[in-house]
């Protein structure tokens, strides 16, 4: 199933949430980063819009932004700044080692309003007194 971002944006708006932080991993996944903007997101793209991220067309092996965002980053309590960063790092050592051209150049967006959000949950969540709830993940 192929959802675009302004079908994502509909499905969460028509679910009625408004904090949102969403992580695309797909070819031209930085697409997604305008039409979802809004003061209460936080996006992230393995990839510019005009460009190819791993796992598309020749770029292999697919995940490697994921597995640097979220199991090297947020997996081991690194902020979403300092996982995004570790990812973009991973992405870009890999693109110059193998030659990869042009690069992804991974993207992110913060909302003002979700920045503060943010910052709020990392403190509530040294408590331990922070909760989430996903969507289920959409393979195409």
């Known amino acids: 199933m192929d959802l675009s971002p302004a079908g994502l944006k509909q499905l969460l708006d028509d679910a009625d949430i408004k904090w949102r932080i969403i992580v ?51 997996g081991k309590g690194e902020s979403i700044d300092a996982a995004f960063a570790r990812a973009q790092a991973a992405v870009a050592e890999r693109e110059r080692s193998q030659g990869y051209t042009p690069a992804a150049e991974p993207q992110m967006f913060v909302g003002e309003a979700m920045a503060q959000k943010v910052k709020t949950l990392r403190k509530r969540g040294a408590s331990g007194a922070t909760a989430h709830r996903a969507l289920p993940a959409i393979r195409g």
């Open 24 to 74: 695309v991993s797909a070819c031209y996944s930085g697409g997604f980063l305008d039409p979802l903007q809004d003061e209460y997101t936080l996006i992230v793209t393995d990839a510019r819009a005009d460009r190819e991220s791993f796992g598309c067309g020749a770029r292999t092996p697919a995940g490697l932004f994921g597995g640097a965002f979220f199991g090297d980053g947020l």
